[in-house]
């Protein structure tokens, strides 16, 4: 990802999106956890862009939200390492969402990858 993708790529993650650990229950019983980039929004070709700009994650919607006003909503997510990678590569420029993208960046690169193939 170029400067300028990263530069955007966080001004997204900051205004529209989440940073967040799931915790997860494995088919084992054991609990996992794993670091989660979240966007949100109701423009479909913003979405795009974040997949096409970090080269992963996943789409879904549209999702219709009960309202007069309301319009359709689109969600992007990275999940895991994936989630972390991208995490590293716009850390320099978060702004309001850093605490929570170091935490995650920190809670990744401590996970076992193996437990549960092909999740981490």
């Not at 109701?42 to 939200?65: A, F, H, M, W």
Request: hydrophobic letters at 40%.
């Amino acid at each position: 990802m170029d400067l300028a993708d990263a530069g955007w790529m966080a001004g997204i993650i900051d205004g529209d999106g989440s940073v967040m650990i799931l915790k997860q229950r494995l088919h084992t019983g054991r609990v996992a956890y794993g670091a989660r980039v979240f966007v949100s929004n109701t423009n479909r070709d913003l979405i795009e862009k974040c997949q096409k700009v970090s080269g992963c994650g996943n789409i879904t919607g549209p999702y219709v939200v009960k309202g007069p006003r309301s319009k359709p909503v689109y969600h992007w997510k990275v999940s895991h390492r994936k989630a972390a990678k991208l995490l590293v590569e716009v850390l320099p420029f978060i702004a309001s969402k850093k605490p929570q993208a170091a935490v995650a960046i920190e809670l990744q690169s401590r996970t076992v990858r193996g437990s549960h193939p092909g999740r981490y």
